[in-house]
């Protein structure tokens, strides 16, 4: 920890009166329009099963490169032998490589969500063929054997024979915003994390899937504007805190001369949810989540396929919440499974056996697991990533399965990700810290360097170039005696005497970071846009957030918003005594549980920050989702108090400094009522204040214009609202 505490003698008091270096001006547009400081990325490996090469599309060609040399091998696919306007849009190799599966005309519904137009390209005949000769399906996904393709159409789920062509409904029922076979509905996507929602059987012959009864649902109603004569409404299902969910079921679908299907049987169903279905290396055996609607109790049970009975293999419970994750793994010895989990306070790996004991655990200490890569089972060996030195440093770890001596992948600080080829003979590892963008490299299984893949020098020159000022780490300890880790970035040439205004930025929300030695994006190049205009640029991590064990991150539990409003109003009055800071000019920015943040502060905490800007914030949440909102806080019934106490709409009349609201009316995650509510609550309060709304956007406010005029209207605000004096005569400094 200590290499990452800045001292404040360090950050704040030796402070140069030296003439101010030149520094080339950092627009926005240069940011959002011209994209001059956007890195350069290493697009996505398809690896291919030989573990050394792998393709890319390029120009609508699928090429075969070399992995440990860089060098093109040969062209796998031409687009333009397949028609004149035919695009390759994604598209995945079968189990053997004989086959390509293509995907065009995308389009999106929601977060994961999407339907296309699907193809079966065969390498040996050369003959395409689409699965659908109609219109878009969902999810195409071959069979293990290569012989059948299953998908989702009008919310049924369907195969196709490739032989012989023929279409076999598996379901019937499917009617949009009410029975959904083989997709997740809004919620589950959202906040489970999948939109495909059934799964081939290792043997081909049977497919699990799961059904979404969302006949009860209530319906949320979004007005879209496109120049006619009368708004669209779109309309879909969203459980709201309290309201019903989906009633859902799994089901097993037998392929045959008659197909049939059959429930499985995982006890009582009602309010519980169905979070994953996997099948295990046995034909016949399907695991199968079950949850409950606190989400405090998790059972992994066993199903037998041939007639859907089941036992449970895994029983979880918590004082908290658990989340849910797909780092299962059943090995192919038929006797074993890996699994993660934060029983022991931190998350770890773990080694059980299929009758649901713990036979060991392969991490073990006081950090958290942070990603779990996967397992190599011909070499025993299992792959994640761990802040096991700092909670803001990620390092790249493998580990054999009697858990000794894991060894690191990557020496170097900052934050490491691995990409793991097919065998696990190489991987690439990129690294990057606060302060620089990634590297790329190739790494034989062993951690010999084969090759550099990009290093980013141009960007890091145009950071030289540009005179982007360097973020150091500190560590300060609040009145409740908690100690919080956080960036500063600081104004070129400070001068001795003079006050900075100062913007706090934040996320918050439960088990995020902010604060974290990786590279930060394009709000990096914001915040030094600001640095140039005189800004001091803070970022913190309250109570609640991740990678510093399991009591840390669920002490919010019940009462979001609460310890998190105390800690980023400890972090102005903190950032008040330092001697450059002009404690009468703080703000904060935050977006989406960000601005439920910047909300909160700036009504509770209105004697120490003088603005806000919250981007789609939640106001309340009693509007959020049942899955996310009852994770943390339980139904509004249950816990009135916790959220009438954290909620920005009660509080309006606190209002004192600037307020600035943004939102994107197509938002289909934090509904635009949310905002409505607080325009609502703060007219009532006679407070004004400053809102701004993007037609049509959804929660990333992105496309056309929108980032450029939502930054240009984020740094005006600032500029006007922030103004700080000059200690000696007393001079506003407009930054």
């Known amino acids: 920890m200590t290499k990452y505490i800045t001292s404040l003698l360090v950050m704040m008091l030796i402070i140069t009166t030296a003439s101010v270096t030149a520094q080339k001006e950092i627009s926005l547009e240069d940011i959002w329009t011209n994209y001059t400081f956007s890195p350069k990325r290493v697009p996505g490996f398809n690896f291919l099963n030989d573990g050394r090469h792998y393709t890319r599309k390029q120009s609508n060609v699928i090429k075969k490169y070399d992995l440990t040399t860089g060098d093109f091998v040969e062209d796998i696919l031409d687009g333009a032998t ?5 695009t390759i849009g994604s598209y995945s190799f079968n189990s053997d490589e004989s086959k390509i599966v293509i995907m065009n005309n995308r389009e999106s519904i929601y977060r994961r969500s999407f339907k296309a137009n699907y193809y079966v390209y065969d390498r040996a005949t050369k003959q395409l063929s689409e699965v659908f000769d109609g219109d878009k399906i969902s999810y195409g996904t071959l069979s293990p054997d290569d012989k059948q393709i299953a998908f989702v159409y009008n919310n049924n789920l369907y195969f196709k024979d490739l032989t012989s062509n023929v279409i076999t409904a598996i379901t019937t029922d499917g009617e949009y915003n009410k029975i959904i076979n083989g997709a997740a509905d809004w919620v589950y996507e959202e906040e489970f994390a999948f939109a495909k929602a059934f799964f081939w059987s290792p043997d081909s012959k049977k497919i699990a899937f799961i059904r979404f009864d969302e006949t009860e649902v209530k319906e949320f109603t979004m007005q879209m504007y496109n120049d006619e004569m009368y708004p669209e409404n779109v309309v879909y299902k969203y459980p709201k805190v309290g309201e019903d969910n989906a009633k859902v079921s799994a089901h097993i679908y037998h392929i045959g001369a008659k197909g049939k299907t059959i429930e499985v049987d995982l006890g009582n169903l009602d309010d519980m949810y169905i979070p994953r279905l996997k099948w295990t290396t046995d034909d016949n055996e399907l695991c199968a989540f079950k949850m409950n609607r606190h989400q405090n109790h998790l059972e992994l049970y066993l199903v037998d396929a041939k007639n859907g009975f089941s036992t449970v293999m895994l029983d979880e419970k918590s004082k908290y919440y658990i989340d849910i994750h797909d780092n299962l793994t059943f090995l192919d010895n038929g006797k074993e499974f890996i699994w993660t989990s934060e029983k022991d306070g931190y998350n770890h790996i773990y080694l059980y056996g299929m009758d649901g004991k713990e036979k060991r655990a392969l991490t073990k200490g006081n950090y958290d697991v942070t990603v779990f890569y996967g397992v190599d089972e011909k070499n025993k060996k299992v792959y994640y990533q761990a802040a096991d030195r700092t909670p803001m440093e990620k390092r ?27 065998t696990y003979d190489y991987y690439i590892l990129s690294n990057s810290t606060l302060n620089t963008p990634a590297t790329y490299n190739v790494y034989t299984r062993r951690g010999e360097l084969v090759r550099a893949l990009e290093d980013n020098k141009i960007l890091v020159g145009k950071q030289k170039e540009y005179g982007a000022v360097p973020a150091n780490f500190f560590e300060f300890t609040t009145s409740e005696d908690v100690k919080l880790n956080g960036w500063m970035m600081q104004p070129q040439n400070m001068q001795k005497g003079r006050k900075y205004p100062v913007l706090v930025t934040q996320y918050s929300g439960p088990n995020s970071q902010s604060v974290k030695d990786s590279w930060g994006g394009a709000n990096y190049w914001w915040y030094q846009h600001l640095s140039q205009q005189g800004f001091i640029i803070v970022c913190v991590d309250p109570r609640g957030t991740g990678a510093r064990g399991e009591e840390f991150r669920k002490q919010t539990y019940l009462e979001l918003g609460k310890l998190e409003t105390l800690d980023m109003i400890e972090t102005a009055k903190w950032l008040g005594k330092l001697p450059n800071v002009d404690a009468d000019n703080i703000g904060i920015f935050g977006w989406s549980y ?16 003088q603005a806000a800007i919250a981007v789609a914030p939640v106001t309340s949440w009693k509007w959020y989702d049942t899955i996310y909102t009852e994770r943390y806080m339980r139904t509004l019934a249950e816990n009135e108090s916790g959220y009438s106490d954290n909620s920005p709409i009660y509080f309006a009349d606190k209002l004192k400094g600037d307020y600035l609201l943004i939102h994107g009316g197509g938002d289909d995650n934090v509904h635009f009522q949310h905002s409505a509510e607080m325009t609502r609550a703060l007219i009532e309060a006679n407070k004004q204040f400053d809102q701004y709304y993007y037609t049509n956007r959804n929660h990333g406010i992105y496309g056309d214009n929108a980032r450029i005029h939502l930054y240009t209207k984020m740094t005006n605000f600032l500029t006007e609202s922030l103004q700080s004096k000059d200690a000696s005569n007393n001079d506003p400094i407009r930054p």
Not at 402 to 408: A, E, F, H, L, M
């Open 594 to 609: 960000g601005g439920y943040m910047s909300s909160l502060a700036i009504l509770k905490g209105n004697d120490v920050y």
């Open 82 to 86: 397949l028609g004149t306007d035919f």
């Open 396 to 422: 790249a770890f493998e580990i054999g399965y009697k858990g000794k001596k894991p060894r690191v992948l990557d020496m170097r600080s900052g934050t490491s990700n691995a990409t793991f080829s097919s």
